[in-house]
């Protein structure tokens, strides 16, 4: 039996690209037992706060990627078999310390790493990533956690193939929360720090807060800022092009 | 790395480590009698793990679910939450605190696992040290056989079977055990561990304990306060 080979004449679709390989690393020590040279698929992260069109984006992202012939899988935070019950609950009481649920979301994070996005990676797949690390890293940083202690507990990640932030006013996400759940989010507007009895108030200083972290750490992580304020189209055709880019090596 | 006497605390931390079966319970037990006997503010911190951590670990050893990676860290997610909800009041309100365990289980526990020792460290190192670290060193074939003379079945991660190191769970357990060991010995130094022969006598042992305790901690410190008399 030969190998079936692609027909002479393409005229009905374009080329299926086969993404290039990549050196790949770990941000610090990594999780053990992983071939780092088997990982051939492409793991893309999309970060930005709730409103910033995130979901919006990974859904034409899939679309897009499946219409070219890619596979994809989607991992996000709270999402792991092992916790995201757990994690749940402990928000809805906030009875757990920062440490404590900091660790317990490392947990969460550890356990898709290691059971979706390398099992992913291995299998050629494109891996998309609602959130990442630096949403927990930021979150844990203006609330006043050592980024000595973040950096090490987190070297266990991969390093992306690219990061997109989705960077929205956070006037403009405001209106976007209201819009979408009428109402504004205990954790999504930093309540648990005591900025102001406000809501309203509180949720805006405190995602200028987590803004300017994002800003102060994307020289160290390198992901790239996109304006989040275009129409969904203009920006999903700078998130295209950066992916393609990675594809094509 | 400080100990929290080093941190200002009016507290103490008083720590017991060792292999399952080394006598460390029982020293630490006839330890916290003895001061309770003497009315001074001690504490016996059991793992008193909050409903929601318990659940979610619980469930990750039942269904088998843990890699090292998870294992190390739902563990240390437990012991955040009793070192911040339980230890640190406490020792704010200046208990001598007694720890049937602390961090020198994962970090001996984690290595034997494969997670890289400077990364498990790292992760602890929010915890103060202990004010004193008693280490029962005891022969590992004595350990064993306290543990497994006629034992219920052993866990599945007690057993260290995730490692792979025998299909037979005791055959894996005294292999895992005895890295630990070694782990422990190795840290022995690092962490002023007071070495203790856990083959001595129980009496001889805790004879050894309290002349320590007495000579390191400042006794009368831990005088419960007395509300002075109503008019």
Known sequence: MKAARPPSSRKNHPVIVVPKGKPRRFYGQGVPGVDLSKLAGKLIVIEGADGSGRSTQIARLVQWLEGAGHATV??????STLVSEEL???????????TTLSLFYATDFADQLENIILPGLRAGLMVLADRYIYTLMVRDMVRGMDEAWLKNLYGIALVPDVVF????QPQELVERNFAKKQALDYWESGMDLGLSTD???SFL?????????FREIQ?????TIVDGHRSPDEIHAELRRGIQSVLEG | MKTFAELGFPGRLIAVEGLDGSGKSTQIYLLKRWLELQGLKVFFSEWNSSVLVKSATSKGKKRELLSPTTFSLIHATDFADRYERQLVPLLRAGYVVLCDRYIFTAFARDTVRGC???????????????????????PLEISLQRILDGRRQLKYFEAGMDLRLSSDPYESFRIFQG???????AMSADFKFLVMDGSQPIEAQQSIVRDLVAAKLDLRQFVPHKLPPKP
Do not use: C
Not at chain 1, 165 to 168: I, K, W
Not at chain 2, 179 to 185: G, I, K, P, T, V
């Open chain 1, 199 to 201: 809501m309203f108030d």
């Open chain 2, 116 to 138: 890289p020792p400077e990364w498990v460290r790292g992760i602890y190192n929010f915890a103060a040290m202990p004010d004193l670290v008693f280490f029962f060193k005891a």
């Open chain 2, 179 to 185: 890295r630990m060991l070694e782990q422990y010995l």
């Open chain 1, 205 to 213: 200083q405190y995602q200028a807060l987590v803004a300017a972290k």
């Open chain 1, 88 to 98: 749940d609950q402990a928000q809805q009481g906030n009875i757990l310390s920062h």
């Open chain 1, 219 to 223: 020289r160290t992580y390198g992901f």
């Open chain 1, 165 to 168: 932030y989705l960077n929205v």
């Open chain 1, 74 to 79: 989607q991992v996000g935070l709270k999402r």
